[in-house]
């Protein structure tokens, strides 16, 4: 594809023309395509259907699940975890199906009570949050609930501008933490390098009680390539901060995420703070189904080999949307993006001040893409430039088409602003 800016006004016009046309046919076929969610597809989710067939509730020491009790998680769900994610058992606590809703209760439990003695968040005049972008945009809507101040930190390719954190940090007491996702980043795909976890542990807080909310949603989401991270506990022992992090983590996309299962791992300082407001909200999650899980999953090894089922299933359809942006606007660099190795999703930028518009024109189109601003906090993307696709739930052949309408309608948009 020509690089539109070598174009003269008029094959400008000609080539809109051209575009126009395809896209008043596609205008016609009144379709309904969904790029927007991260959502496993029925392939994927098929694949774990053999765990709703497991009925035990006796548990390896013993205990009968059924009832209530063990409130930080069975023992083999612990250990399984444990060993997969290389945390000690005794600094995970399992939880409920959603990573997302243990990351609310911890933020809530540091703004209503505070951490281990330290003033609850609510009490201060401002808190104030880092924030990578482009980020998560459920994240920033945790955060806006609470009404902290939302920092924006620029994602690099090792991870995040860690010269801003480190500088920011040291400054300014008001910033009570930051939230990340280290690993095949949502959706950037990110990937964060030894030295960005590293300097995460070392770094100076003015905040005494500075947390690192550090969502390992996709510690073992590969597609393309596996990356082992740095273990963040292993860091922060050395530097005697471990109480900063809060490491949470699930297997919605690795069994269901509509019943899975999600843990939250600290310090002792924090497993045992945790556990003391824990214990007040509930007598104990779904045992039954963290048994069940460890079951289905049964170890490490077994674990990994079976999202290489998931990576098969994802790879052709990741490859349909990199193929096409490379088609389509490899010479013409009106669109850029990031090539994940792994995670959900794939994040373009369009020349600046177009996002809006390319989402509004895929959706006359019946294609539903994430809305733009959604990766930035309070929905507010600085340059309108950003664009979240998610390759995952619709079929290979609904991707192909959604792929096509997108790369029209950044021409189109693109075109529209050149000739204005
Ligand atoms: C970074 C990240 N964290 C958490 C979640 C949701 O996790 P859960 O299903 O465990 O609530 C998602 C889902 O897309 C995600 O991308």
Known sequence: MIDFNTLSKEELIN?????QKQYDGYLSLKLDLNMSRGKPCK?????SNDMLNIKDYISSDNIDLRNYGILDGIKEAKDFFGSLLDIASKNIIIGGNSTLNMIYDAISRLYIFGYNGYTPWHKL??????????????HFDILEKFNFEMINIPITKDGIDMDMVEALCKEDESIKGIICVPLYSNPTGTCYSDETIKRLAKMETKAKDFKIFYDNAYAIHYVYEKINLYNIFDACKKYNTEDRIYYFFSTSKINFPGGGISLLAGSDNTIKDTLKHLSIQTIGYDKINQLRTVKFLKDKENTLKFMDKHANILKPKFDIVLNTLKENFKDNPILKWEEPKGGYFVSVNTENGLAKKVVSMCKELGVILTDAGSTYPKKLDPNDSNIRLAPSFPS?????????????????????????
């Open 15 to 19: 080539l809109k023309q051209d575009l």
């Open 43 to 47: 392939e994927q989710l098929d694949l």
């Open 125 to 138: 005049d401002k808190v104030k949050f880092l924030c990578p972008v482009p980020g998560y945009d459920r």
């Open 396 to 420: 290979i052949e609904e991707l192909k088409k959604a792929m096509d309408i997108f790369c029209l309608c950044v021409k189109i948009a693109t075109i529209d602003k050149m000739l204005a």
